[in-house]
């Protein structure tokens, strides 16, 4: 497995090859706002709620509150729509796919000589996590030109580039050595301002499988049990693009060691392969990784009916280890003035590379309360905690993932989830509403970088024949930082705004 440096303080890695890192041990233990409808609406308040397949993947306990058996299917259609800004310069771009949320069966029957309790078997598939994202950052440089970066790399250890990153740039002519002063030229001049854009395309989701087992006691007490299988698909392409779109960069060769040039930051010594070159048009520069994998995990949960007004839940989910698999490649081309041919384009590896290696996600321990006033209204509160220090990575060697856990305990902080929702029956029509707070790893709640706020409405419609509809709308908000690269102070941020308008049906029986 190749390396990077790590860079601080960042949830989105900078380009300089794609490692396996403290991210995607983070990236895989945040959930997303996902399940029914019902659910959704009332921001995942179902800790002690309970009645709904989607506490399958959450608080097992409350499928104890089932009387009747049911079979539900959730799908919509998520959007996102972010901003970058880079300099000073803001960019908007759009994204649209359709979301399938969950599916579910449950049924049950009544304990042996106690008509007051019950046993509970269901099994459900739900999405915890949508990896839809498309952004953009775009601006002028600021002095800042990705050439300038892996020169400053490439210089801190002559002769030995790196073959995912700067190496590359030697390899399409963006990188020159001067043999006599033994250090490394760009052929972008780093003081002029070109037009950079930086494009972060993702996908993929997690879905779980999860086959639970709930335990009904005189009505009073429930006691749940879940086995969940993850599976695991996330696809990230990083395209960082330079343009001199001013043409402010020109090179005339009038003999092979004789030239004019318009560049203030000059090349020394350049190579007389670069004498058909001219000066720099443009380049671009894409990581590419594929992870997929599964993992397992066990949930269990309880509730305590304390009186019909008022109940009590806990719930606690142990790490979730994953098996992966990344595939990926570095690849960068360029293109000048008088160059024939260009763009002249590297990739490496050439066929692709693959690793495999192991993911734990830290575990989940959360506290429940709902308010039920009768056949009218339902209030339910969640609080819930991850550390995110726990998260880890493993691999066949010992050594390859010291470093990384090293700096995931000392960087992330515990984080803490807040979900509320409402319920009020309208008959015919019940109406929700719901906020989901997710706590930045960092620690931040409610407000701050990487802290994600959910907001939701919705409403169901109950038939006479134990069909149900119900819907909701989703706004996801949250802002980060992203730092582009390894030795310049660039910064950009992103804010995320993400929608889910979704639907469900389902039986009752």
């Not at 890192?21 to 995942?44: E, L």
């Not at 304390?306 to 009590?312: A, G, H, K």
Request: net charge positive; with cysteine; aromatic share 14%.
């Amino acid at each position: 497995m190749y390396r990077i440096k790590f860079l601080f303080g960042l949830l989105i890695l900078g380009l300089n090859g794609h490692s396996q890192n403290d991210v995607d041990a983070i990236r895989y233990s945040r959930y997303g706002i996902n399940g029914s409808s019902r659910f959704v609406a009332m921001g995942g308040a179902f800790g002690a709620i309970g009645a709904d397949l989607s506490c399958a993947a959450y608080n097992p306990a409350g499928l104890g509150l089932y009387r009747r058996g049911e079979i539900t299917f959730s799908g919509g259609l998520r959007t996102t729509n972010n901003e970058g800004t880079l300099n000073g310069k803001s960019s908007t771009i759009s994204n649209a796919a359709f979301a399938f949320n969950n599916f579910g069966i449950l049924g049950g029957w009544a304990a042996k000589n106690d008509k007051d309790s019950r046993n509970i078997i269901s099994f459900t598939n739900s999405q915890t996590q949508n990896f839809l994202n498309k952004t953009r950052m775009s601006g002028y440089t600021n002095n800042s030109s990705i050439l300038k970066d892996m020169v400053n790399v490439a210089n801190q250890s002559y002769g030995n580039l790196n073959s995912f990153y700067e190496g590359m740039a030697y390899d399409v002519y963006l990188l020159d050595n001067d043999t006599v002063s033994k250090t490394y030229n760009s052929l972008v001049d780093t003081k002029r301002a070109v037009k950079q854009t930086r494009d972060i395309v993702t996908s993929g989701k997690t879905n779980e499988l999860n086959f639970s087992y709930a335990y009904t006691y005189k009505d009073e007490f429930y006691f749940g049990v879940s086995l969940g299988l993850p599976r695991l698909e996330y696809t990230s392409t990083t395209t960082h693009n330079e343009v001199d779109d001013k043409d402010s960069m020109k090179i005339g060769y009038t003999s092979p060691n004789t030239y004019t040039t318009s560049y203030l930051q000059q090349p020394t010594n350049l190579h007389s392969d670069y004498y058909d070159l001219g000066g720099f048009n443009s380049l671009t520069y894409t990581e590419y990784f594929k992870t997929k994998g599964s993992g397992v995990n066990l949930k269990i949960g309880g509730i305590v009916r304390v009186n019909d007004n008022f109940r009590l839940g806990l719930y606690y989910h142990t790490p979730t280890i994953y098996t992966l698999k990344d595939e990926y490649y570095n690849a960068m081309s360029a293109s000048f003035d008088k160059k024939v041919g260009s763009p002249i384009s590297t990739k490496d590896p050439k066929d692709g590379g693959y690793f495999n290696y192991t993911v734990i996600t830290p575990s989940r321990l959360s506290a429940n309360a709902a308010i039920i006033i009768g056949r009218l209204a339902a209030v339910g509160i969640d609080y819930e905690m991850v550390n995110y220090k726990n998260a880890s990575l493993s691999s066949g060697e010992v050594d390859d993932f010291a470093g990384v856990n090293t700096v995931i305990k000392n960087k992330y902080s515990p984080g803490h989830n807040i979900r509320v929702g409402t319920e009020f029956n309208v008959k015919p029509v019940m109406l929700r509403v719901g906020y989901n707070m997710q706590g930045s790893p960092f620690g931040d709640v409610f407000s701050g970088k990487f802290v994600r706020n959910s907001f939701s409405i919705g409403a169901g419609f109950r038939t006479k024949n134990n069909v149900y509809f119900d819907f909701v709308w989703v706004k996801t908000l949250s802002t980060e930082d992203y730092y582009f690269f390894n030795t310049l102070p660039q910064t950009a941020t992103v804010k995320y705004n993400a929608t889910n308008v979704s639907a469900t049906v389902g039986v009752k029986f």
